[in-house]
């Protein structure tokens, strides 16, 4: 009835609760049914407030720097037992001495005895090495080159044959350079103490406007290496692609990576969807198995096939499961079953494809059972809202081969593990230096990043790399050398 509708009925008084019930059956009955509504409709508020409480990073795909610090949450990972130091059985590497040392220092007694002998003419019977490992700090050395202008009898003119990179009076060394990007974009410090500790330590005065220069002209140079890795990534059997959000001018843009165990590439762009994976130019040109989250832009893409994480989706089944839904539990054991399977035999057999598929379809029609699709009534405008069960239950069943392709293909993994830790460098970017100032600065960073990931999953030594871009034979990752 309308009376009970007002917030005001909270606050009756007994007198009032008493005018009512001596009003009759009716009313009595109209605030009791009212009653029992708001109480259910509270219920559900305070259930829903607790699940949502109770997300973080192992249940749903907030990040774990989103976590309550004062709860420990689970992870999908089993955990070893073992300490994190060196196991048992594990060789390890010790400082050992060398036979030759840089500088020996003679530290033998000297003077006289307590009996009064000099030790001069005392008796060998031991003798102790003990070796020290250090670095000598770093120093500026500078080199001049020099020549004179000659001129021949006939009347040309001959000027002195410097150093292809030497052709200012001065300038700073390759060396130099090459620390100043490593720092940068493999250490992620900040120009401001960067320039701090060159000022420190070499005594070189380098203004944070000349580090940024380093940093584009090692992009300049290295960009034609880095396309060359776009082109390899192309060809690739397996791509791994995710993206994340990062700030560029004071705006929010986004970072699209594509990779494989070996390669990296990355690139930004203002917009998340279609018009960045275009101008990003390697998908619409790609014809093997990319593995990604279930974003949907992805799936425009019909000229190849596609892999769903199932990390993204254990953490969904985790927190159904959670919640008390057995079919999530069911369906979450038999993906990681499979996934065990396949590893143990590298690999699973028809028959036991056929048994996982036939299994997954009979879960996922359970869990349908339980959450089933909400129609439309009658007059009603728009699409009803579906439950979160429903959303998660229908990806799996109409993305049913997507779900699976790793146990259908060998060479697909079970999650983008690869690709969302090729992102994770861009996260760490942005806490330790901020926000990117400009769209080259953004693009600088990528193109660099994407060479150090190459050479760093190559096995080979990143400083030695970015050495050789300022020279005319650049290190290539030698994932592209096989592939060539």
């Not at 019930?21 to 109480?39: H, M, P, Q, R």
């Not at 001495?97 to 000297?110: F, T, Y």
């Not at 901020?434 to 193109?447: E, H, L, T, V, Y």
Request: aromatic share 8%; with cysteine.
């Amino acid at each position: 009835m309308e009376p009970y509708k007002d917030e005001k009925l909270l606050h009756l008084t007994d007198g009032q609760l008493g005018v009512i019930y001596d009003s009759g059956k009716a009313n009595t009955v109209a605030l009791l049914k009212f009653l029992i509504t708001e109480i259910n409709n509270l219920k559900a508020e305070v259930q829903e407030l607790k699940k949502t409480l109770s997300k973080d990073s192992h249940n749903s795909n907030n990040p774990p720097s989103s976590d309550n610090m004062l709860k420990k949450p689970k992870s999908l990972r089993k955990s070893t037992g073992k300490k994190p130091c060196g196991q048992k059985g594990h060789e390890g590497e010790t400082l050992r001495q060398i036979e030759n040392p840089d500088r020996i220092e003679d530290r033998s007694p000297k003077g006289k005895c307590d009996c009064g002998r000099s030790l001069k003419n005392a008796k060998t019977i031991e003798s102790i090495i003990r070796q020290l490992f250090d670095c000598s700090l770093p120093s500026l050395f500078v080199t001049q080159f020099q020549g004179n202008v000659l001129k021949c009898a006939c009347g040309q003119i001959h000027y002195p044959d410097f150093p292809d990179e030497v052709v200012k009076e001065t300038q700073y060394g390759n060396s130099i350079k090459s620390l100043a990007v490593y720092l940068k974009h493999y250490g992620f410090i900040s120009y401001e103490r960067m320039s701090e500790l060159f000022s420190e330590v070499f005594g070189i005065n380098l203004s944070q406007g000349t580090l940024v220069n380093f940093v584009n002209e090692c992009a300049e140079r290295v960009e034609s290496v880095v396309e060359e890795i776009k082109a390899t990534l192309k060809k690739a059997e397996v791509l791994h692609c995710d993206e994340s959000g990062m700030r560029i001018e004071k705006s929010t843009a986004w970072l699209h990576s594509a990779s494989t165990e070996f390669l990296t590439f990355y690139y930004p762009h203002k917009r998340r969807g279609i018009k960045a994976m275009e101008a990003m130019g390697i998908l619409s040109e790609f014809n093997g198995t990319v593995v990604h989250d279930h974003w949907h832009p992805y799936f425009r893409y019909d000229n190849c096939l596609h892999g769903l994480c199932n990390a993204h989706n254990l953490r969904e089944l985790i927190f159904f499961e959670e919640n008390g839904e057995e079919w999530a539990e069911k369906i979450k054991n038999c993906l990681l079953s499979a996934k065990r399977e396949k590893e143990s035999h590298q690999g699973l057999s028809e028959k036991q494809i056929k048994k996982y598929k036939i299994k997954m379809h009979q879960l996922i029609n359970d869990g349908l059972r339980v959450h089933p699709e909400k129609r439309r009534r009658n007059k009603a405008r728009g699409r009803p809202s579906q439950s979160k069960e429903f959303n998660l239950l229908r990806r799996l069943r109409d993305r049913f081969d997507e779900v699976l392709r790793f146990i259908l293909d060998d060479a697909v993994p079970f999650d983008n593990n690869q690709g969302e830790r090729d992102v994770r460098m861009l996260k760490i970017q942005q806490k330790v230096s901020g926000s990117f100032r400009s769209m080259k600065g953004a693009q600088s960073f990528c193109i660099i990043r994407s060479y150090i990931s190459s050479i760093r999953k190559c096995g080979q030594a990143v400083f030695e790399a970015l050495a050789s871009v300022w020279t005319r034979e650049i290190v290539l990752p030698k994932a592209i050398l096989r592939a060539e």
